[in-house]
């Protein structure tokens, strides 16, 4: 028993945001059942990234598969009975998708008012851009975050990582736990609905407060903190590395490990507010000594005096890194096909609990075992195959 195998979840997701929410559960021990649609019905195969694929593998695992068609009636009738015994259904549809299939949260909630519908949008389930189509790019480019990522003057820059796609499922896992502790009170499901767009400006944190609060509009920073000054990427004999010092006793320690004591009696760079309006001045003087040596002598050094720094890796040397091989964060899932597949592990670790490790499943490979669970006969299976409903 894991923590959330009392749970039953229902998978209609696609691509990255809804799967990235259902996995959150899954990991955990929930009983997810993956929706998709038949083969006859799949129409925009390759969404997700091809099926045997690091991006697929990572992100659907800890799941079991059935096919259905939600086209049919048949299809949308055993969905139905399915809702009556699940806890969460999942969705990543166009808002006004849902309610034409006749699975919005009303019609849910009439099969079984205990069901807990989480939905991921573009850009909300109202308002004069509902029915736009969401894609990460455009989340990130509308919530502010290509606008002050990249060099000073570059223009905008993308994020290396889907970082919309990824907190709006992490948010709308967190809002489905929400909900299923508050029925627990109630006896009743929720609504829960996040964007792309909300979770993108929600992410944006104390940038976005800065406009909010103060009316300040953040800008492009590059490699510096925005704010937290000297924090940022310095060159050494043999690369790069960060340093993260902030604060006067921060300075005093950076100083006392580059030697750099005379240097620090520079007036213009005498308080934390005269080193952030002179940042340049700063990080001159500080780069002029790194350059001396290594970046893993540096570290070493920085590190022993409690001075936040680190080495910048590609990911192969990632986790060849002696912590990171210490966390474990690479995980083995056994695939009857692929054989051994290494994905990344959920990164909290929960004292006496074992995250699941069981590989994504191929399409429909649970359909008959799932609806059997529910009450179907072997007859009734045969006729909804018969039927295309699955």
Request: glycine residues 10%; neutral net charge.
């Amino acid at each position: 028993m894991m923590p959330l195998s009392r749970f039953t979840v229902l998978d209609l997701t696609r691509v990255r945001s809804g799967p990235t929410c259902v996995r959150q559960l899954a990991d955990w021990g929930a009983n997810v059942i993956k929706i998709e649609a038949t083969d006859e019905m799949d129409t925009g195969k390759g969404l997700g990234g091809e099926r045997d694929g690091p991006d697929f593998q990572h992100v659907h695992r800890n799941k079991r598969a059935m096919t259905l068609n939600l086209k049919s009636p048949e299809g949308l009738a055993v969905l139905k009975k399915l809702v009556e015994k699940a806890d969460v259904v999942v969705e990543n549809f166009r808002p006004d998708v849902k309610t034409r299939l006749g699975i919005d949260y009303e019609a849910l909630a009439a099969v079984n008012p205990r069901i807990i519908l989480g939905s991921i949008s573009g850009f909300g389930q109202d308002g004069p851009y509902a029915r736009r189509p969401g894609f990460d790019q455009i989340a990130q480019g509308m919530g502010g975050l290509m606008s002050v990522t990249g060099l000073p003057g570059q223009g905008p820059v993308r994020a290396g990582i889907p970082v919309a796609d990824l907190t709006a499922g992490l948010y709308c896992a967190l809002g489905i736990m929400v909900a299923l502790l508050e029925r627990e009170q109630t006896g009743k499901g929720r609504w829960v609905h996040v964007s792309l767009l909300e979770a993108m400006i929600a992410m944006m944190d104390f940038q976005a407060t800065r406009w909010t609060m103060k009316g300040d509009v953040p800008k492009q920073a590059g490699n510096d903190h925005p704010t937290t000054i000297p924090t940022g990427l310095f060159r050494t004999s043999d690369g790069v590395m960060n340093i993260a010092g902030g604060g006067q006793v921060m300075w005093e320690r950076i100083v006392k490990v580059l030697g750099i004591q005379e240097e620090a009696k520079d007036p213009d760079i005498a308080t934390d507010k005269l080193r952030s309006q002179n940042r340049q001045k700063v990080n001159a003087i500080l780069e002029k000594v790194t350059q001396t040596d290594t970046s893993a002598n540096w570290v070493a050094k920085f590190n022993k005096e409690g001075v936040p720094c680190g080495p910048v890796y590609s990911m192969d040397q990632v986790f060849a890194d002696e912590q990171v091989k210490h966390l474990g964060l690479e995980m083995t899932l056994p695939h009857p096909r692929l054989g051994d597949v290494n994905v990344v592990r959920a990164p909290m670790q929960i004292a006496g609990v074992e995250c699941a490790r069981k590989p994504t499943p191929d399409r429909g490979q649970h359909t008959d075992e799932v609806l059997a669970e529910f009450g179907y006969s072997t007859g009734e299976i045969a006729a909804l195959r018969a039927s295309k409903a699955i």
